[in-house]
């Protein structure tokens, strides 16, 4: 039988490790950058820096996630079902903009225009 202890220590193994990968990919990355150019390289290292803790973060908070299930299954307790937020689409996003534009194009200054499907005045 595992202890609260064990499993602990994998998945803080398992944190350590994907810590080691990410920092082991971002000075591969770093190093691309820095010969490709010169140019803006402060600029550029702020955003891969930006980007790496990003990771880590997600990273380190998927890990505890993981770690807090398999303990609560330890426990004899249910574990907790994380989801994942939506995506905004660009399509829906693009849509939004072309509509508040036709409103904004088919009003007057007061903000009063004619509804395109009944012909009824209303104010937006």
């Known amino acids: 039988m595992r202890t609260k ?8 193994y398992k944190l350590e490790e994907g810590r080691n990968k ?8 770093t190093q691309k950058k820095k010969e490709k150019t010169e140019k803006n390289w402060e600029y550029t290292l702020i955003k891969l820096e930006r980007s790496k ?3 880590l973060k997600r990273k380190e908070v998927y890990i505890n996630r993981q770690l807090m299930n398999e303990l609560r299954a330890l426990e004899g307790k249910p574990q907790k079902r994380y989801k994942s937020k939506p995506k905004l689409k660009p399509i829906h996003f693009a849509m939004d903009i072309a509509q508040e534009n036709a409103k904004l194009r088919d009003t007057d200054a007061n903000g009063n225009g004619k509804c395109i499907s009944c012909d009824v005045l209303c104010s937006w």
């Open 53 to 55: 803790n990003s990771e």
């Open 22 to 29: 990410i920092e082991m990919k971002y000075q591969i990355l």
């Open 5 to 12: 202890d064990e499993v602990t220590k994998k998945w803080m």
